[in-house]
């Protein structure tokens, strides 16, 4: 095998920030607009405050062929969007066959799992969580403490990635701060 082929970087296992990858994205409020409780809120947000980055993603490619993986880091800043705590999109892959590992890093939040039979769950991550996430779970992650929640992801590269259904219906159940106490309701839009 050519030495080239090897990835070997420097991962800051305390701050969660690695040293290279090859793409970096971010996602803002306005982008979470479709996918929030309350889009009202995120209307209201953007008069307040602008149109601010909710997480960014922290990524090493690999062609798309079966065998290769992609991994990175995901950062989700701290908030509210209105009473929802700040979350990814959150997606279901294309190839149901492929699952995914989530390492937590720092901070804390919630992993939002659903199928498409509607079976539904969640699990705490947070630094030191390993949570291996099936090919046919969907997958969210939402940010319930007050410091950026960081994880470490790697899925194969042929997994592909559908936002649309949970664009439209979204997760089973939302995570919101009520009394300052992270609470799991039923989403009406579901
Ligand atoms: C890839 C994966 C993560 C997420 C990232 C952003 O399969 O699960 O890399 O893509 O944490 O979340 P989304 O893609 O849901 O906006
Ligand atoms: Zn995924």
Redesign the pocket.
């Known amino acids: 095998m050519n030495k080239n082929e090897f990835i070997s970087i420097k991962f800051d296992l305390v701050n969660g920030l690695i040293q290279w990858y090859t793409r970096k994205y971010h ?1 803002k409020l306005s982008e979470l607009r479709d996918y929030a409780y309350d889009s009202n809120e995120v209307d209201k947000l953007i008069m307040e405050k602008g149109d601010y980055v909710i997480y960014e ?1 922290y990524e090493i490619e690999r062609p798309v062929v079966e065998g290769e993986m992609i991994f ?1 880091v ?1 950062r989700i800043f701290p908030g509210v969007i209105g009473q929802e705590y700040n979350f ?4 279901y ?1 294309v190839n149901k066959m492929a699952g ?1 590992i989530y390492v937590g890093i720092k901070g804390c939040g919630l992993m939002l799992l659903q199928d498409l039979q509607g079976n539904f769950f969640t699990e705490v991550l947070e630094r030191g969580s390993l949570i291996y996430i099936p090919g046919k779970y969907a ?3 939402v940010n319930t403490c007050d410091e950026d929640l960081v994880f470490l ?1 790697a ?1 194969p590269a042929i ?1 592909g ?1 559908d936002y649309e259904l949970i664009k439209k219906c979204g997760f089973k159940k939302v995570v919101l701060n009520i009394e300052g106490k992270p609470t799991i309701i039923d989403n009406p839009k579901y």
């Open positions: 996602i993603v990175g995901t990814t999109r959150g997606h892959h995914e997958h969210r992650v992801f899925y997994a990635h």
